[in-house]
């Protein structure tokens, strides 16, 4: 019986286990045996897995989260342990394996499978700035999320006469801070794509004002930036892919905008919020899709490839192109947004 690994890597997201019941399904379907890697890469490194059956599958569908755990472990960060990947893969019978994640989990996968191993992607990103797909799953649940909370702070914030500065996620790209803050009626929205004008951003604020309005809303994406090169950092620690850990943007921007307007102004960061909890079901049924399409994608040996939604459609695509660069936020959706700032 020929065997399918399944392993999520990087942060949680709405929708990996509508992934895994898909992929796991469709395999099963076919008389596949599934093997899930548990904890992302470094499940793989220390050969820790579980048999995937009909019963692991079942109920986990509007479940957030993911049951094979995850982590951010990066096989090609010391040395050796790609080959102890390898290895492992041939040890486990693995005939092939499905990877589910986003850049960094994804561009483990495009090494590996460069590298002689029979890998397909998945892409998975709550930030959806993943390149050569329209969306990613989780993305829609955690901008229904986001703007639920934009929602229940108008009313605070009118309530109070207050200027709310809300932190949304998004490291490169500010896909959410602009979905969420156009849908939510932001007042401004924030992106890391285009450096933060204080100034411009306190004179919407004081136009607001003189109108009448005493209270505002404005969103700004947690990778924002004051320049082009200074991002607010909670700490100067990387993780195994060399990435910062972002946090301090809604803080230090809220400390600016008081100081230049005299108007009141809180902060609240959503964080995690964002990605836990069960997924929407647009974020449901495309996850489904595309766990069926890596399992097609497996049968027909089109290894080296990622599904990916073009339009309203399921296609495949290289893995490399999918890390080939950051899909950062579309200037027409942004100019849509910017005709209802302040």
Known sequence: MPRVGILTGGGDCPGLNAVIRAATRSALNNSWEVVGIKNGWKGLLEKETQILDMRSISGILHRGGTILGTSRTNPYKNEGDSEIAKNNFKELNLDALIAIGGEDTLGVANKLSEEGLNIVGVPKTIDNDLNATDYTFGFDTA????????????????????????????????????????????????????????????????????????????????????????????????????????????????????????????????????????????????????????????????????????????????????????????????????????
């Open 143 to 342: 901008v229904n999320i986001a703007t639920e909370c934009i929602d229940r702070l108008h009313t605070t914030a009118e309530s109070h006469h207050r200027l709310m500065v809300v932190e949304v996620m998004g490291r490169h790209a500010g896909w959410i801070a602009t979905f969420s803050g156009l849908a939510g009626g932001a007042d401004v929205i924030l992106i890391p794509e285009i450096p933060i004008n204080v100034a411009e951003v306190c004179q919407i604020i004081k136009n607001r004002h003189a109108r009448g309005k005493n209270f505002s809303i404005i969103v700004v994406a947690e990778g924002a930036k004051f320049s082009k090169s200074q991002e607010i950092l909670q700490d100067g620690e990387l993780d195994e892919f060399g990435h910062v850990k972002l946090g301090g943007i809604g803080q230090k921007l809220a400390k600016l905008i008081e100081t230049n307007t005299g108007f009141e102004t809180r902060v609240v960061v959503l964080g995690h919020i964002q990605r836990g909890g069960t997924p929407t079901a647009y974020d449901r049924i495309l996850a489904t899709r595309y766990g069926v399409k890596a399992m097609e994608l497996v049968f027909n040996k089109k290894f080296g490839r990622m599904a990916a939604l073009k339009g309203n459609h399921i296609v495949d695509v290289p893995l490399k192109e999918a890390i080939a660069e950051l899909k950062t936020v579309d200037e027409k959706i942004y100019e849509i947004a910017k005709i209802f700032f302040g």
